[in-house]
Nanobody, 123 residues
């Protein structure tokens, strides 16, 4: 399988910046789309931004112009640069990836989530 590990969350004042990172690991895998989601207590997890293997991106309207998603395919990493942070950006941020992996028995699709990283924006 493919494991995802996030880093870079923390506490920041409104108007500040944070950069989240997510690293994928495993053996014999290929990633298609990587993305960032966020969730606050009592609400559904929502898409923040995602990026395909060829660099096509889409963003939630609320973060357009403030957040930038990027990836390093060679390192199997995805990043989320968050600028002009607002109190309402406070959430647990989760990394997501999908693609396929192969074993001696063949290849199959996967969809993986990271453990989440807390982002807290103080007003």
């Amino acid at each position: 399988q493919v494991q995802l590990v996030e880093s870079g969350g923390g506490l920041v004042q409104a108007g500040g910046s944070l950069r989240l990172s997510c690293a994928a690991s495993g053996s014999e895998f290929s990633i298609n789309t990587m993305g960032w989601y966020r969730q606050v207590p009592g609400k559904q997890r929502e898409l923040v931004a995602r990026i395909t293997s060829v660099g096509r991106t889409n963003y939630q309207d609320a973060v357009k112009g403030r957040f930038t998603i990027s990836r390093d395919n060679a390192k199997n990493r995805v990043y989320l640069q968050m600028n002009s942070l607002k109190f309402e950006d406070t959430a647990v941020y989760y990394c997501n990836a999908d693609g396929y992996y192969c074993t001696a028995y063949g290849c199959q699709n996967f969809g993986s989530w990271g453990q989440g990283t807390q982002v807290t924006v103080s007003s």
